[in-house]
């Protein structure tokens, strides 16, 4: 599967998974994640549990990187993840 393919398929599972209250697209070659404020200061770790988990239960296999950018809806924070590609 291309990388745009793959970054496509994800942004479509995480809308699924993480429900209406965030925002997930495509930012030039990263997925942009939205969330609260709130979420962002005291739930950051567990939201970014959530994320590899679903990720990697949905497409354990990858031959890509994929980098997340998570920031709160008042861009005041910014974090910058990367999930690194399967090893096989």
Not at 14 to 21: T, V, W
Not at 64 to 72: A, G, N, P, T, Y
């Amino acid at each position: 599967m291309a990388a745009f393919e793959l970054q496509n398929a994800i942004i479509e599972l995480l809308k699924r998974e993480l429900g209406s209250a965030h925002t997930v697209s495509l930012l030039r070659d990263q997925i942009l994640i939205q969330i609260s404020t709130a979420d962002f200061e005291h739930r950051l770790g567990n939201f970014l549990q959530q994320i590899y988990s679903v990720i990697d239960h949905h497409g354990p296999k990858r031959n890509e990187h994929i980098s997340l950018i998570i920031r709160d809806v008042n861009q005041r924070y910014e974090n910058v993840f990367k999930i690194w590609k399967s090893v096989f």
